[in-house]
């Protein structure tokens, strides 16, 4: 049989697994064709929303290919995070389905873009046609790809360092990504082993495992429906991410920061403290453990900061000067000193300014992306 039969079997019996509509089956093809993969395997992933497949390219490296689904009735519930994020405007036909999952497969792979520039470790995007985006494979040389965190086997004494080293992450992905992941939890982390040689460029870090070589990190994937860190719910999508990763770690046995410092420590934008972030964090963890709560005496069921939780939950944290139910007065108590109880006093850098005026308007790109 010639070379393209031959592919073009593979990719057949791929397709045939998890039906894929003749569209998405010809960009296979072209890709094939292109040089881009060598064959398409079967199924790592079955999702309501996308398929991920196991891929390998000519040159032998593996590579997942996350296929939308084009069916309408899953991206319904998508509404929330589209209105409100100014990348959305334009494009977007809530009638078109074919359409619709374009765009979330080509937002996933700028937002996996936008990671990687950070530093932040998740997959290589290389490609999105249509409905189908092209990234590297998280896994091992024979193509197992690495455990979800949820079902990841890990040491509990390497849980705190993940615990930081996520926070750390999310924090990074809010100012320099200019992200909120949106969908941040056990399932859309996964826990990676590098096991080719250590490289020598990580920073010189202590480690007590009995392998330091075989750590693994965290990789964050499905950023789809990441938003603008100044989408108008981006702080309520913040939130219950870090309420998700504090559950996780702390049901783990890991010290954790507790939501609403948390929450605090990703959303101020200079750190009070001595040292980099990583210091900072860790010696907040431990402020956290000697006092556990702020000050509410009103009740003793405030085991590490669980009442201030609660309360942090509920509260409306308003995303720019103009959801403040009165400005004006917030900004008052600030400058009489007395915005301590303001939760949102860093988050949207009030402080206090003269005049309500004098707060400029935000540019924007061409490319929709924010100036200053
Ligand atoms: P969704 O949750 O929308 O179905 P995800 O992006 O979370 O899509 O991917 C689903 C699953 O596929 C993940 O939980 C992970 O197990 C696997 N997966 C996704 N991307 C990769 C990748 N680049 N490498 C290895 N596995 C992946
Ligand atoms: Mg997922």
Redesign the pocket.
Known sequence: PSASANQKDKSDRATNEQVLDPRTRIILFKMIGRGLLFEVNGC??T????N?YHAVSPDQRHL?L?IYKTSILVFKDRDRYVSGEYRFRKGYSRHNPRKMVRVWAEKEMRNLKRLQTAGIRC?DPMEVRENVLV?????DKEGW??P?LKDADIPTSAHTELYVELILMVRRMFHECKLVHADLSE??I?YHIEHPTPSPSCESEQQTDEHPEQRGHLVI??VSQSVEHDHPHAFDFLRADVRNVEDFFSKRGARTLGLRRTFEFITTPTLEGEGDEETILKKRMEEAEQTPEEKSQDNQSSENGKVDDEVFMKAYIPRTLNEVFDPERDVGALARGEGKGLIYKDTIGIVAPKEKDEIPDRKVHFDGSAVS
């Open positions: 790592v992933s999702g309501k929303e996308a991920v997942a996350k997959p990234m590297s494979f998280i896994g790809a690495s979800r399932y859309n996964l994937i499905d």
